[in-house]
């Protein structure tokens, strides 16, 4: 799996693209940096362009990876890369909402325990980069 760590420009320059889960129970409500599956024959990269393409409907740069990965399981590990919208407005269409945040908002929601636990690990990586 691949999440990707957007960052704004332009009006949003600053921030950082959350999108609030609709499904499985155990985390709908809760903030994630938005992203999905690797599918076979994808890069990582290539797999965060589709997905961003398909869950939010813009077109990416995507760049070099965030550091560390989360082991979900065995067979599923979760790795995630910056990426800068350079075509488009991002739309909700797999989750209910989405939300630029900039660094006082994201350690709010972390310390409130509104964010996919899988994301918590990177806070500190985002924050650097929402503080530059």
């Known amino acids: 799996m691949v999440a990707g760590a957007v960052l704004g420009v332009g009006d949003t320059a600053g921030k950082l ?8 129970a155990a985390v709908a409500g809760l903030w ?9 024959g994808e890069t990582d990269a290539q797999a965060l362009h589709r997905e961003l393409v398909e869950e939010l409907g813009v ?11 989360v082991i979900l399981s065995a067979e599923l590990v979760l790795v995630a890369r910056w ?3 350079v075509d488009g407005e991002p739309v909700a269409h797999d989750h209910r909402a989405l939300r630029w945040v900039d660094a006082t ?4 929601m972390a310390d409130a325990g509104e964010l996919v636990p899988a994301d ?7 924050l650097a980069a929402l503080t530059v």
């Open 120 to 126: 918590t690990g990177w806070v500190p990586e985002l």
């Open 17 to 24: 693209l959350l999108a609030q889960r609709d499904r499985p």
């Open 59 to 69: 077109q990416t740069e995507v760049g070099e990876p965030l550091t560390g990965q």
């Open 83 to 85: 990426a800068r919208i």
């Open 32 to 40: 994630e940096l938005p992203g999905g599956k690797v599918e076979a």
């Open 105 to 108: 908002e994201l350690v709010r």
